[in-house]
């Protein structure tokens, strides 16, 4: 199961750190990511972790957000900074492997002066 908590308002150039917590997955060997989705777009890959650690972003993210992982509580982190309005989305943690593609309930994130 996966919860994604820690959106909100934010203003322009500013921060949020987004959690999920993922129960029942096992951190060693899950592939996991988060996504973000506007109504009426696909859904789209922002950040993953690889089950060794290695992570990949998507260009739109480079240099701003940080995807993180605490193995011990089993909590997925997306460290966002300087952002943008055009980050508004809500954003979703998923378990990409193995297995099928999990996908938990969103959080919403606006930004907006």
């Known amino acids: 199961q996966l919860q994604a908590s820690g959106g909100g308002l934010v203003q322009p150039g500013g921060s949020l750190r987004l959690s999920c917590a993922a129960s029942?997955?096992?951190?060693?060997?899950?592939?996991m990511g988060w996504f973000r989705q506007n109504p009426g777009q696909r859904r789209e890959v922002v950040a993953l972790?690889?089950?060794?650690?290695?992570?990949n972003y998507a260009d739109s993210a480079k240099g701003r957000f940080t995807i993180s992982r605490d193995i011990a509580t089993n909590t997925l982190y997306l460290q966002m900074k300087s952002l943008k309005p055009e980050d508004t989305a809500v954003y979703y943690c998923?378990?990409?492997?193995?297995?099928?593609?999990?996908w938990g309930r969103g959080t919403l994130v606006t930004v907006s002066s």
């Open positions: 972790m690889y089950s060794g650690g290695s992570t």
């Open positions: 029942g997955i096992n951190f060693n060997i899950a592939f």
């Open positions: 998923s378990k990409v492997s193995p297995g099928g593609q999990l």
